[in-house]
């Protein structure tokens, strides 16, 4: 039965929620401009108006929520006749991995954006009245731009689509498929399910987060242009400061979130590759944290001010950008984040440059309004670092920007006739490092300058107290110069700013600690970014390569190993199943391919179970006991996660201590067929990260060779390939796997010999006599590659005749890094978001405290009517 009933309510909804929001644009709109009239009745005008838009803006939410309810429903349920559900779950996943795949695609993503957006309506509204008209007239407009992203109407007659509507049915999407002309009603019995690469419990935590980044960087953005347009030139900063803030650390940790699931599950070894995708979320945050630091001291300087307005819209303008570049195809293959394009890209433009002419316009009708300075603003004071380091860091992200934006580059001229072939830089890392490493030494240490001048700890003629922080900074970096081998100058520059940093801003936080810790968020913020690229600098630059390929012989001849000077040729090295296999200072083996059980806890050997192909069970083939606790009977049904196998590896240290990591490959067709991720031994000082490059298909059915046949005697030897085999001894046996012996029935299992260059295997392939009919039971050596079956017996001459196969034998490719200090990096963004969450409560608290200040004269005002009026 097709559930359409659903999916027509929540279509009906995204209507009302774009309707509603369209209304409530208006309502606020006029309630702003009532609110800022002087006559009679504008006060009357002012409430009915607000009234009528809070009312209508409620409505707006119940419809959202409405339309998150119908789409969960639909992907919760397995309602596989929607395509939106089909493509993006499946009856295998997980509760927590079926929440994902709702902001797998552009559809989902676009309603969670919505979503925080009225979330965060909602709490404005209720917190500050006196800016809720204008500030909700941005807000809701936003709101209405971003419904018709998922409204799906087609204008008749225009042939006018807009947006892409998450409940189309798959008959909809997809009408030619043959299936429908034999049954119109066919529902699919699963879906594509979510991809393997984002069933990692960070990507049910990290789109959340970083859509509620993008979503609060609206808040300081509306009350910027709420400010314009009331004329409360400098009033708006103080209830918009603390929302940046929070801002910035959500989006932050967004950003960080996403590193973080790249380094665990994707296998180029690190958190941060410039992509082009990750580019247009960090810009935003950059110019983001320039313009809460321009904020901080815009309220007593007008050229911070003006700057205050610049970065705040251009912060909002950013994130519309980023959007527009990752969702209308423009990126192509230069990002393996980007969306494919669903023709919204025209939406998505005339959006992007609405708010853009709309708040540049009105900054530049109010600019001659705006303040200026009577004075030239002093080098030893505050505003002049704080304005220094903003320049610095909108220098970072306009680079960032400029390269990112090539793609769009090429766009432009291709609408205008013109081909540019302008290409991204082959070397992304090398090319953006070259420039944010230098940016970033200059900035970090303005963050232990500037904190001086800010407390004024320094000033003209006394620069004394700097003296010593810069003394202990030079011989901190000196000793860890010389023990890490820190030789490159641009290294050795971004270390010594760091440790300056660190150093000049722990002498602050430790005076600030003694008077008040709630003044202390910039400082430790600050501590948090150095240790950041402390950490990142020792991680990426000193990466050393372990797993150097001694063996003379090459691994492929395909250009991934061979390009470079066959650099992952040199870098990678190939074990055998059970041989050991020396890698630096470990002894390495691998073990075993395993497979991931759910509601048990580890891994179990693939060779434990049966998998279904082409579902999410496996039966077993013994009793599955795993820490001694029996979990399954042999034969039972269990659930598995299909498309992940990992692989166990022994390292062996030195000590003779043994650890074991569990590199993960991936079946998954959509990325071309097998993806690897890491498996990381974490220690204090280094973390050592392991993926495979190269395995023989863990699903394909082993390939053998042609059957060669031997007839020996006992202790006699043949030779198989290149190994040498012996036939030990012929036995009976009372126990053959797979087969139930009966009374007159007979076995017997042939003992033999297999001997590789250093190990020997024992190999026992059994004859079986039941029922007066001869069953031969094969033995399989993966070591090997050997398949061999036991034929006949001759009693006359005493001879035993076997059957040999043989195929390709198991190997991996694998490929291990050691990257020191990195939990330096961690360390430093823990700190990082500390100093930004006390920040952000010191804002928050002096924002409340004056705006209680503020509306106690309201509250006198019932006593006296007069004071009211006026």
């Keep these: 039965m097709i559930h359409s009933t659903i999916g ?106 919505i979503f925080w957006n009225v979330v965060l309506g909602c709490v404005l509204i209720f917190t500050n009245r006196s800016w809720e008209a204008p500030v909700m007239t941005v807000f809701a407009l936003v709101q209405a731009f971003l419904t018709s992203m998922i409204l799906g109407v087609v204008i008749p007659g225009l ?22 002309k034999m049954d119109p009603n066919f529902i699919p019995k699963d879906g594509n399910g979510l991809n393997p690469l984002l069933q990692n419990y960070w990507m049910v935590i990290h789109p959340p987060t970083l859509f509620l980044g993008f979503a609060t960087t609206l808040i300081p953005f509306s009350f910027a242009i709420a400010g314009l347009w009331t004329k ?46 990750e580019n247009s979320s960090i810009v935003p945050w950059i110019i983001l944290v320039a313009a809460v630091h321009t904020m901080i001291i815009g309220r007593k300087n007008a050229t911070a001010l003006k700057t205050s307005f610049i970065l705040t819209i251009a912060t909002f303008i950013l994130i519309l950008y980023s959007t527009f570049m990752t969702r209308s195809g423009v990126l192509g293959n230069a990002s393996v984040h980007s969306f494919t394009d669903l023709g919204l890209s025209g939406q998505l433009l005339v959006y992007l440059l609405t708010f853009t002419i709309v708040a540049i316009g009105l900054l530049v009708y109010r600019w001659k309004s705006l303040p200026s300075d009577e004075e030239e603003v002093s080098t030893y004071s505050q505003e002049f670092w704080i304005f220094i380091g903003a320049t610095l860091l909108c220098l970072s992200g306009f680079q960032i920007l400029a390269t990112t934006s090539i793609p769009v580059y090429n766009k ?25 490493l230098w940016f970033f030494s200059l900035i970090i240490a303005l963050t232990g300058i500037g904190q001086f001048f800010w407390w004024k700890r320094v000033g003209k003629g006394k620069l004394q107290a700097l003296y010593n922080p810069l003394l202990i900074a030079l011989l901190i970096s000196a000793a860890v110069i010389t023990f890490k081998g ?52 020792f991680s990426s630059a000193y990466t050393r390569v372990v797993s150097i390929n001694n063996s003379g012989l090459m691994i492929s001849r395909s250009e991934e190993f061979t390009s470079n000077d066959n650099k992952e040729n040199k870098e990678n090295i190939t074990l055998w199943l059970n041989k050991a296999e020396k890698m630096g200072d470990y002894m390495l083996t691998w073990r075993d391919v395993r497979v991931e059980p759910r509601h048990i806890p580890g891994y179990i050997p693939k060779s434990w179970v049966d998998i279904v192909e082409g579902d999410f069970h496996a039966v077993a083939l013994r009793d599955i006991v795993v820490n001694n606790k029996k979990y ?30 569990f590199p993960r490959v991936q079946i998954n067709p959509r990325m071309g067929g097998i993806v690897s991720s890491p498996d990381i031994q974490r220690k204090v000082d280094k973390d050592l990260y392991t993926y495979v490059s190269m395995v023989t298909n863990p699903t394909a059915e082993p390939v053998w060779s042609q059957t060669e046949n031997f007839t020996v005697n006992l202790r006699d030897t043949f030779f198989v390939n290149d190994y040498v085999a012996i036939l030990d001894n012929v036995v009976r046996t009372e126990q053959v796997e797979g087969v139930k012996l009966g009374t007159g029935d007979a076995a017997v299992k042939a003992i033999i010999r297999v001997l590789d ?20 039971k094969p033995e399989v050596s993966n070591e090997l590659g050997m398949r061999i079956q036991f034929q006949e017996i001759n009693p006359q001459t005493g001879q035993f005749s076997f059957s040999v196969n043989t195929t390709q034998r198991d190997f991996i490719v694998m490929k291990a890094t050691e990257k020191p200090l990195i939990n330096i990096l961690w360390l430093g963004t823990f700190v990082l978001v500390i100093g930004f969450i006390l920040a952000t409560i010191r804002r928050f608290k002096d924002f409340i405290k004056m705006r209680n200040k503020e509306s106690q004269p309201a509250g006198q005002s019932k006593v006296k009517p007069k004071v009211q009026a006026a």
């Design 232 to 277: 409360k030139i400098q009033e708006w900063i103080r209830p918009a400061l603390p929302w940046a803030l929070f801002s910035a650390m959500i989006l932050g940790i967004g950003i960080l979130m996403g590193a973080y699931w790249a380094y665990e599950t994707l296998n180029f070894g690190s958190y941060w590759n410039w992509d082009p995708v």
């Design 757 to 776: 260059k250093d190990k020997e295997f024992v190999i026992t392939p059994s004859f079986v006599i039941r029922d007066r009919m001869v069953a031969r």
């Design 159 to 180: 042939d006018l689509k807009i947006g892409s509507t998450p409940f189309l049915l798959l008959k909809e999407v997809m009408p030619d498929l043959p299936v429908y």
């Design 412 to 436: 432009i001229a291709e609408a205008f006739g013109t081909v540019l072939n302008m290409a991204l830089p082959a070397d992304q890392i090398g090319h953006y490092n070259k420039f944010q």
């Design 486 to 537: 820190v030789k490159d100058i641009q290294y050795i520059v971004l270390l010594t700013t760091a440790i300056f940093a660190v150093v000049a801003n722990g002498t602050i936080l430790i005076n600030i600690i003694r008077g008040n810790y709630n003044l202390s968020g910039g400082a430790i913020t600050h501590i948090g970014v150095a240790l950041m690229l402390i950490g990142i600098l």
């Design 632 to 661: 399954n009977s042999k034969g039972d049904t269990i659930e598995i996660f299909p498309e992940n196998f990992y692989y166990e590896i022994d390292y062996r240290e030195p000590s003779g201590k043994i650890f074991t990591l």
């Design 8 to 113: 027509s309510t929540g279509h009906l909804l995204v209507i009302v929620a774009f309707v509603t929001a369209l209304v409530a644009t208006y309502a606020y709109f006029r309630a702003g401009m009532a609110q800022g009239t002087v006559a009679g009745g504008a006060i009357e005008d002012t409430l009915t108006w607000k009234r009528f838009a809070r009312i209508t803006f409620y409505v707006h939410v119940a419809a959202v929520i409405g339309v998150v309810f119908s789409l969960y429903w639909i992907i919760g349920n397995h309602y596989f006749e929607y395509h939106y559900a089909w493509k993006n779950s499946s009856l295998s996943l997980p509760t927590g991995y079926t929440i994902s795949s709702f902001w797998q695609d552009q559809e989902g993503s676009f309603l969670l954006w």
